[in-house]
């Protein structure tokens, strides 16, 4: 509950693969080599049949042949005693191929490790006691062979797996001994979603980010803040900003409620708005751009956000039950509106779609539930590229959000209930310079998705076909029995 998965890619693979062990080297290698040999040829499993030796290479194959290549991904260990020099390149070959590496090279100080714990992704070995090598690997039960492999994809793609990765790395290790006082736990650099996701100067404390409440046991707060973006002046008691106010106020849960001002007409007085059982801030934003609903403003001091936009339609109930299920999935996207993403192949490009199916990939920040700390990475970790691009547009922010979250989490955002409401509708509801009824509108987002996508360097988002509804959600039962009884008159 509110723990943090490896991604499912990472955990369908085979508990067992064909070949036990792996080795790829230099003949010359003198007798390290030879006791490998030695030891291996007859200790492994019978699928290792023999070694191929030449002047310079050694592997143990099975008896159908591969490549190197093929061989890595079908191995489940991967031997890696000292080259010429102490370390050795094949070591980082094992971790992109989920292979996991048996190093041999006493006095090799491993890759980052001031902070990366490599017990949890590699076998040390002595290479002085090279005929413990059989025994210890196959006293490694499939559990934690296992987990050795989802540790050794999770190391690669975070640190690896490119050379801007390598160097952002060892900035951010050397940032993390400077500022000692706000320096990343090794909690934080050995989880998901690892050190360069986690930002120290958002807070040290582990407990603060949505990632690690299973791991340590805790939970996020029971309350959450509203926060309404509005962008019409406030011109009639009637507008769906003051009932969504009221609405929010009702919830027991609702801690505070925030109306980012982004209006370009001064905000009303105080005595315009409604009267709340709850603190109601308005925050006039000084460059009122899109970007900026996202800010990290200190008066939001809950964990939970509650986004909205000024049209948004929900009831008490809704918002009460999206909350507990954001509270049991505090690192995901949390909400309604709903809409996904494919690949145009006659175009080559991503595309974007509204159309009502039974998959999605995103979950629109017009009326979702998400962690604070989003903020935070939105605001300081994006390129001011991207930022500026949506503030131009004054579109696409909940798109960026979404690709933020995913990349993040390696999983997809959550839709609660059926609510058909597209948001594309609203327009009907609002003023004719709504950006909604804008026929550029959607171009616009089609090519936000191929921006985005080509800084991430891939396509974060992931399909997901989960709902989630309130028990006894339509069932043929009495209403008094249903807790959330005003979202099915919706």
């Known amino acids: 509950k509110g723990q943090m998965h490896m991604p499912s890619s990472w955990l369908n693979w085979p508990r067992h693969r064909c070949t036990a062990a792996v080795f790829k080297g230099c003949f010359e290698l003198n007798f390290i080599l030879l006791h490998i040999i030695t030891c291996l040829e007859s200790t492994v499993s019978s699928c290792l049949k023999r070694a191929l030796i030449s002047s310079d290479m050694c592997v143990f194959v099975c008896p159908c042949r591969f490549d190197y290549q093929e061989l890595l991904h079908n191995s489940t260990f991967c031997l890696v005693p000292r080259g010429r020099r102490l370390g050795s390149f094949r070591f980082l070959e094992a971790l992109q191929a989920a292979c996991i590496p048996v190093l041999l090279s006493n006095g090799w100080e491993l890759p980052f490790s001031e902070v990366i714990d490599w017990s949890k992704a590699a076998i040390i070995g002595d290479e002085r006691l090279l005929l413990q090598i059989p025994s210890i690997t196959r006293s490694v039960d499939a559990?934690?062979?296992?987990?050795?492999?989802?540790?050794?994809?999770f190391l690669w793609d975070s640190y690896f797996s490119s050379v801007a990765k390598i160097v952002l790395t060892t900035l951010e290790i050397i940032q993390d001994r400077v500022?000692?006082?706000?320096?990343?736990?090794?909690?934080?650099?050995?989880?998901?979603?690892?050190?360069l996701y986690t930002l120290p100067h958002f807070s040290s404390d582990p407990t603060h980010f949505p990632f690690y409440y299973g791991v340590l046991g805790k939970t996020p707060q029971q309350e959450f803040t509203a926060v309404i973006q509005a962008v019409t002046p406030l011109q009639s008691p009637l507008q769906p900003i003051l009932k969504l106010i009221i609405a929010m106020a009702k919830s027991k849960f609702c801690a505070q409620i925030i109306v980012l001002w982004n209006c370009d007409k001064p905000s009303p007085p105080r005595?315009?708005?409604?009267?709340?059982?709850?603190?109601?801030?308005?925050?006039?934003?000084?460059?009122?751009?899109?970007?900026?609903?996202?800010?990290?403003?200190?008066?939001?001091?809950?964990?939970?956000?509650?986004?909205?936009?000024?049209?948004?339609?929900?009831?008490?109930?809704?918002?009460?039950?999206?909350?507990i299920v954001w509270h049991s999935f505090p690192e995901r996207i949390v909400g309604y509106?709903?809409?996904?993403?494919?690949?145009?192949?006659?175009k080559a490009r991503w595309g974007y779609t509204s159309k009502w199916t039974n998959e999605y990939s995103m979950v629109?920040?017009?009326?979702?539930?998400?962690h604070r700390y989003y903020n935070y990475l939105y605001t300081?970790?994006?390129?001011?590229?991207?930022?500026?691009?949506?503030?131009?547009?004054?579109?696409?922010?909940?798109?960026?959000?979404?690709?933020?979250?995913?990349?993040?989490?390696?999983?997809?955002?959550?839709?609660?209930?059926?609510?058909?409401?597209y948001k594309e509708t609203m327009m009907q509801q609002g003023s004719k310079s709504s950006r909604?009824?804008?026929?550029?509108?959607?171009?616009?987002?089609?090519?936000?998705?191929?921006?985005?996508?080509?800084?991430?360097?891939?396509?974060?988002?992931?399909?997901?076909?989960?709902?989630?509804?309130?028990?006894?959600?339509?069932?043929?039962?009495?209403?008094?029995?249903?807790?959330?009884?005003?979202?099915?008159?919706?």
């Open 436 to 490: 909604w009824a804008d026929p550029d509108h959607f171009a616009q987002r089609q090519s936000c998705m191929n921006s985005f996508t080509s800084w991430f360097g891939f396509m974060p988002l992931l399909h997901s076909q989960l709902r989630l509804d309130p028990v006894l959600f339509k069932d043929q039962v009495s209403i008094l029995r249903k807790k959330y009884r005003d979202i099915e008159r919706l």
């Open 271 to 323: 005595s315009k708005w409604p009267s709340t059982t709850v603190p109601l801030t308005v925050i006039e934003g000084e460059r009122k751009t899109m970007s900026g609903r996202f800010f990290p403003h200190d008066v939001i001091r809950t964990d939970a956000v509650l986004s909205l936009d000024e049209d948004s339609v929900l009831s008490t109930n809704e918002v009460d039950f999206a909350f």
């Open 143 to 153: 559990d934690r062979i296992l987990a050795l492999r989802q540790q050794t994809q």
């Open 179 to 195: 500022h000692t006082h706000i320096s990343r736990s090794r909690l934080m650099w050995n989880s998901l979603p690892g050190g």
């Open 364 to 370: 629109l920040t017009g009326a979702a539930f998400y």
């Open 337 to 346: 509106p709903a809409r996904s993403h494919y690949w145009d192949g006659g």
């Open 380 to 421: 300081h970790y994006l390129p001011t590229r991207l930022l500026s691009m949506v503030d131009q547009l004054a579109n696409c922010e909940d798109i960026l959000m979404n690709f933020l979250v995913s990349a993040v989490t390696k999983l997809p955002p959550i839709k609660v209930t059926q609510k058909k409401q």
